[in-house]
């Protein structure tokens, strides 16, 4: 089972498709939660979820924004997507019933 | 000050494996973050990667070493006496103070041993939660064996009628082993007081 933040990594990554990378699932997931994220959590929990075969990265290509840095590319596996899939789908089963399931 | 900042950030990204350096460096020039917060970022990640498991782990080893120097060395010498003699261990306590004494030495080593993994687990994990009622066992059993642990010494001194006296046995034999060997209990018990941060 995902972590909560594990999941909220997985779908910034699924929804940003080619362009996934530290800084933009960073800030969508700001977006989302309305919360800060430091790159300390990011980058350990694309370590963990590596590590765990649920995404893969690489390095991507260098920008004038970036001061000639390349950035670190995410892309999901199939074991990620099933993971993210189930998270998702236990979290709307458990939800069904309670008060703020509606809203 | 935002350059000192920046250019202790430069230095301390040298800490990270090349690769995660450019890419965090890279994230943070594109997030347009100042030098403090770069400082601030960079410190939070090597702190999660590279020193949290090992000072953890440092902390272990002194407090396994400590356990091992301290606590486990008074019982090992009733068991020794009694498993090759068969008497026991004169020390001025009665048999039943005597039993006290070591079920409580038995009990501190387990739970500090037990408080030592589920703190480990802690620093990997920090959003494991520790249920208050465990917490509270666990101090108490540690402040029964401290407590018990001055027995013997009490029972010597008043044995020799107060010319066998060991000063600072307080400060030595309680607050010492409480302060550098039972880091773990007293962080369980403070992260379990802690009040869950409510969801915003």
């Known amino acids: ?103 | 000050m935002s350059r000192v900042c920046r250019w202790l950030a430069e230095k301390t990204a040298r800490m990270l494996p090349p690769d995660d350096r450019d890419a965090v460096l890279g994230d943070l020039a594109e997030l347009g973050a100042s030098g403090f917060q770069s400082l601030r970022e960079l410190l939070g990640l090597i702190a999660r990667k590279q020193w949290r498991p090992g000072l953890a782990l440092a902390g272990l080893a002194c407090q396994a070493y400590g356990l091992l120097l301290i606590f486990v060395r008074g019982p090992a010498i009733y068991f020794n006496i009694w498993w090759r003699y068969g008497v026991r261990y004169e020390d001025g306590l009665s048999p039943a103070r005597d039993f006290v004494f070591l079920a409580c030495y038995c009990l501190a080593l387990i739970s500090c041993f037990w408080t030592s993994g589920v703190a480990l687990a802690c620093f990997s994990r920090p959003k494991i939660r520790v249920p208050s009622l465990a917490a509270a066992a666990m101090l108490t059993i540690n402040v029964l064996a401290i407590w018990t642990s001055t027995w013997p010494q009490a029972a010597l001194e008043t044995w020799s009628g107060g010319a066998i006296h060991a000063k600072f046995v307080w400060q030595l034999q309680v607050l010492r082993p409480f302060a550098l060997l039972n880091w773990p209990v007293a962080y369980l018990a403070a992260n379990a007081l802690r009040r869950p941060r409510r969801a915003q």
């Open chain 1, 1 to 103: 089972m995902l972590g909560e933040f594990e999941y909220l990594l997985l779908t910034a990554a699924a929804k940003l498709g080619e362009d996934a990378y530290g800084a933009a699932i960073r800030q969508d997931i700001e977006r989302v939660t309305g919360r800060g994220c430091s790159i300390g959590a990011l980058y350990t929990t694309l370590d963990r979820l590596e590590a765990k075969g649920l995404i893969e990265t690489w390095m991507g290509e260098a920008t004038p924004q970036r001061g000639g840095r390349p950035k670190r590319m995410v892309r999901l596996t199939a074991n990620g997507t099933q993971a993210a899939t189930d998270f998702y789908n236990t979290v709307v089963s458990a939800s069904r019933g309670a008060a703020w399931a509606a809203i």
